[in-house]
């Protein structure tokens, strides 16, 4: 497993930080593979690829049956330590991944394991859903050990549309299914926004007892996951409504996060009280899914593009896995002057 602090100044030596008890993080660990896979092809030189792909067959090795890892990983053994499980911070980009390689390599059988990997982990993901019992609001909990914790992060509202993006890979009837479930999530990310006096959601919410939900961490930091999951959506089904719902969200940015010189986060959803910050993934991630959610299909496809985690896209190509190190120019140049024509 990679560990991520490095004293390059004294001796070069990573390590992890001190507050993860020396483990690897689970997200950090799993949300390298696109990139690198992509480095190999553009250089030639597969020794990136193998890299970040020993990562994944390291924890195929010990993968559980339900497909969930905890959020902290041995980096020595590749083995899971006793943390939190979750679809929110420092879990959530390795699910994405393990679909979006799928994605990247054109879903032929060099990458086949990622994607049955990532099918065995959504059964694991359909056992923490739960319903409120008033609104039928639709939530992916937490799990610790054996305990359900009726919490979802804002984090964890890629979901549906990483939900609604892999559901184009199974039979029609799990399709649908699966379909669904990422509409019903998003209707309960979109209601993190609506729920609150600014209409912009908290950082988390709890559900106690199945009840609808309430604010816990009452920031809002400029996040993009909802509306990532809303352009996959009005992509993936056609419907306006999510247009109307992305609408919405970016006039409660305009009316609460404007200023002369950008944007900022706010310090409390519940009073507006601005915290004078605008982080970098609002440019990169917010404002980028807010713009596709109203532009022609075409624009940046998802059949020929991936985005990886921060939203950059990345060119869909079928993967020769033996002959990286021989790769034709030709097809690495077509590819860098179809970026170079993007925007």
Known sequence: ???????????????????????????????????????????????YQKKVENVIIELNKTFPADGLLPIYINPHRGTSSYSTITFGAMGDSFYEY???????????ADVKHYREMWETSM??????????????????????????????????????????????????????????LAEELAWTCYNFYQSTPTK??????????????????????????????????????????YQEWGWNIFQAFEKNSRIESGYVGLKDVNRDVKDNMMQSFFLAETLKYLYLLFSPSSV????????????HPIGIMTRHDNSIGCMAGRKVGELMIRILFLF
């Open 300 to 311: 940046i496809s998802l059949d020929e593009w991936v985005f990886n985690t921060e939203a």
């Open 98 to 108: 393990l679909l979006k390689v799928w994605i990247q390599g054109n879903k032929t």
């Open 123 to 180: 059964k694991g993901l359909l056992s923490l859903v739960r319903r409120t019992t008033s609104s039928s609001f639709t939530y992916i909990c937490e799990k610790n050990g054996d305990s359900l914790h009726d919490k979802m992060d804002g984090l964890a509202c890629f979901a549906p549309g990483m939900i609604a993006l892999g559901s184009l890979g199974y039979g029609p009837e799990e399709s649908q299914k699966f379909l669904s």
């Open 1 to 47: 497993m990679p560990q991520f602090t490095a004293k390059i100044l004294s001796h070069g030596n990573a390590h992890n930080p001190g507050w993860t008890g020396g483990d690897s993080i689970l997200a950090d660990s799993g949300t390298e593979q696109l990139e690198f896979i992509a480095l190999s092809q553009r250089t030639g030189d597969p020794k």
């Open 200 to 241: 912009l959601a908290g950082e988390n919410y709890f559900f106690h007892s199945g009840q609808d939900m309430s604010v816990g961490t009452s920031w809002n930091i400029l996040r993009p996951e909802t509306v990532e999951s809303l352009f996959y959506l009005w992509r993936l089904t056609g419907s306006k409504t």
